[in-house]
């Protein structure tokens, strides 16, 4: 009987210290190990409802494709932190880093879409 319950003891020890090795190796990588998404990569997760290149199909979603990375940095950032609040978007860029922020605004930046008219142009014409 006492032989058993040394071996319970043991069994858990093994268990306990084996996982926590785990979950520490498990730590390491999403932080050291695991490099930056490129932002064609983390765009893979925008497509279902901003559309492959950013040209939303529906109302619902924005368009994002064109629109200017730094204005897309920030409110990546802002859905982040918490100043622009959104559940959807909330949930999408808790797991990117902000390089991957900067990286997917640069992709999206870099589509054919929205474009604004310079009014100095305009007045040009
Ligand atoms: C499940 C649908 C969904 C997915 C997936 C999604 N978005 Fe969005 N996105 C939305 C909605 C809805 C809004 C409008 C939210 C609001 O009103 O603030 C939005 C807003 C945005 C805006 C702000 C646009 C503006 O004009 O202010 C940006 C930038 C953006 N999304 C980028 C992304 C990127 C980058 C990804 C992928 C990493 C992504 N979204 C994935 C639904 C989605």
């Keep these: 009987m006492k032989k058993l319950f040394i071996n319970i003891i043991v069994s858990i020890f093994v268990v306990a210290t084996a ?3 785990a979950s520490e190796e498990a730590h390491e990588s999403s932080h050291d190990a695991a490099p930056a998404k490129s932002g064609a ?3 893979k997760q ?3 409802c901003h559309g492959e290149d950013g040209n939303s199909l529906t109302p619902n979603f924005p368009r994002i494709a064109g629109q200017h990375a730094d204005y897309m940095l920030h409110t990546l950032k802002s859905y982040k932190n918490g100043d622009r609040k959104n559940a959807i ?3 999408i860029v ?3 880093s902000e390089e991957e922020m900067k990286n997917v605004a640069a992709f999206y930046a870099g589509q054919t879409g929205l474009s604004v008219v310079n009014i100095d142009d ?3 014409h």
């Design 46 to 48: 925008c497509v279902a």
């Design 94 to 96: 808790a797991a990117l």
């Design 19 to 21: 996982s926590s090795f």
């Design 41 to 43: 990569e983390v765009a």
């Design 122 to 124: 305009e007045s040009k």
């Design 89 to 91: 978007m909330a949930g």
